[in-house]
């Protein structure tokens, strides 16, 4: 059984967001949306526009902090973005309790790096205290790379997946970004 799933059965997992949190929703790109619209239908089920506000846009900046005009510009004061609609309890709407409904080639990017991340050229993670992989990954000294064992992947995979987030936003991807 994938990590992922039993994660689903157990916690509320990554793809939940508490009410409040919702800066936390990572936006989906016109790309990710039109792969998505191949195999769940039309965007309107699935896709609702969100307002950029200061705190989503601090934290756009904070997961690309070498791209703040690219950010600045994609995503302006006022302006919306896209993002996957929840449930009334916070769970994404391609939650089930088998993990995500979605095959792994039509998540959306960030969904299919989720808890690893790049900065600066170095893997991370996002802390998450629901996140059953982090947790297995915590008991040992080297967390980041016991993540990649336990999502079966390595840093090339990782990286690419990263490249095709910079892509589908158009971000210029900076010396030393990643």
Known sequence: MYICEKCAKKNKTCCSVEHGKDVSYFPLSEEEIERLETVAGPREKYITKKKNTAAFLLQMNRLFPKNAKDINTLFPVDGEHNHLLVDDSGSC??????????????????????????????????????????????????????????????????????????????????????
């Open 93 to 178: 709407l391609f939650l089930t309790d088998k993990g995500c409904s979605l095959e792994r080639e039509n998540r959306p990017y960030y969904c299919n790096l989720y808890p690893l991340w790049l900065v600066f050229g170095e893997l991370c993670s996002f802390s998450n205290p629901n996140c059953l992989a982090i947790a297995q990954s915590e008991k040992n000294d080297d967390d980041v790379e016991k993540l990649l064992e336990v999502f079966h992947k390595d840093i090339a995979q990782v990286e690419e997946e990263f490249d095709k987030i910079l892509l589908a936003w158009d971000i210029e991807k900076k010396i030393n970004l990643w």
